[in-house]
C-alpha cells in the first residue's frame, strides 16, 4: 500500500515539474519525485491515524489540584492542510495531576509528533494536544499553548516574514482559574 502511495506521488511530482516548465528527466530533478514521496512519509508520518498510543502512565501520591507539570518549547513541524505548506514552532504543554496520574515527560513531545505530523491547521493542532492529554490523564486542568510560523503566510499570499501565531487551549481548572491560567502564562516568558 505504502509503495503504491509512494509510486504515485513520484509520477504526480513529475507531472507537477512538468506543468510548471520543468523537465523533470534534468538532472537536478531527477531524483526529486522519490525524494517529495520519502518527505511526505517522514512530515505526514501519522495522517489518518486517529488514537495516540505512545503513552505510559505513572502513578504517583496525590496531590491537591495546584501542583503544574509544564513543559515548554517543545518543536514542531507540521503541514497546513489549506496549502500544503509547512507552519513550525513550539509547543508548550502544563497540566495538573489527578488521581495519582501522571504521564512519562518523554510521551509529550511523542504527542506534539503524533498531532503534529499530519495535514493540519495550527488552531487544530493546539486543541487535540489538549484534548488528547484529557483523554490520557483525566487531570484537573491543561494548558497548551502553541507559537508558529506559517510559511503559506510569509512566502506566499500576504508575505509577511518573521510573523507568528500563538493559539492556547484551556480546559479544567485552566479554563476557569484566571491566576492559574496566568501563573502558566508567567511561566512562558
Request: proline share 0%; hydrophobic share 30%.
Given at each position: 500500500m505504502i509503495e503504491q502511495a509512494n509510486q504515485q506521488i513520484e509520477k504526480d511530482v513529475r507531472d507537477i515539474l512538468k506543468q510548471v516548465g520543468d523537465d523533470p528527466e534534468r538532472a537536478g530533478v531527477l531524483e526529486t519525485p522519490q525524494r517529495v514521496a520519502k518527505m511526505y512519509g517522514e512530515v505526514l508520518a501519522y495522517q489518518g491515524e486517529t488514537?495516540?498510543?505512545?503513552?505510559?502512565?505513572?502513578?504517583?501520591?496525590?496531590t491537591d489540584d495546584d501542583q503544574m507539570v509544564m513543559m515548554q518549547d517543545i518543536p514542531f513541524y507540521s503541514m497546513c492542510e489549506h496549502h500544503m505548506l509547512p507552519f513550525f514552532g513550539q509547543v508548550s504543554v502544563a497540566y495538573l495531576p489527578a488521581n495519582g496520574q501522571i504521564i512519562g515527560l518523554s510521551k509529550i513531545p511523542r504527542l506534539v509528533d503524533f498531532v503534529s505530523k499530519r495535514l493540519s491547521v495550527q488552531e487544530n493542532l493546539t486543541r487535540d494536544i489538549g484534548q488528547i492529554l484529557n483523554q490520557i490523564l483525566k487531570p484537573y486542568g491543561v494548558a497548551v499553548q502553541v507559537t508558529a510560523r506559517h510559511m503559506c503566510v510569509e512566502m506566499?499570499?500576504?508575505?509577511?516574514?518573521?510573523?507568528?501565531?500563538?493559539?492556547?487551549?484551556?480546559?479544567?481548572?485552566?479554563?476557569?482559574?484566571?491566576?492559574?491560567?496566568?501563573?502558566?502564562?508567567?511561566?512562558?516568558?
Open positions: 488514537i495516540f498510543k505512545d503513552y505510559k502512565l505513572f502513578e504517583t501520591e496525590e506566499r499570499g500576504i508575505k509577511k516574514a518573521n510573523s507568528q501565531t500563538h493559539t492556547t487551549f484551556y480546559s479544567g481548572n485552566f479554563k476557569t482559574d484566571r491566576q492559574l491560567r496566568s501563573e502558566f502564562l508567567q511561566l512562558l516568558k
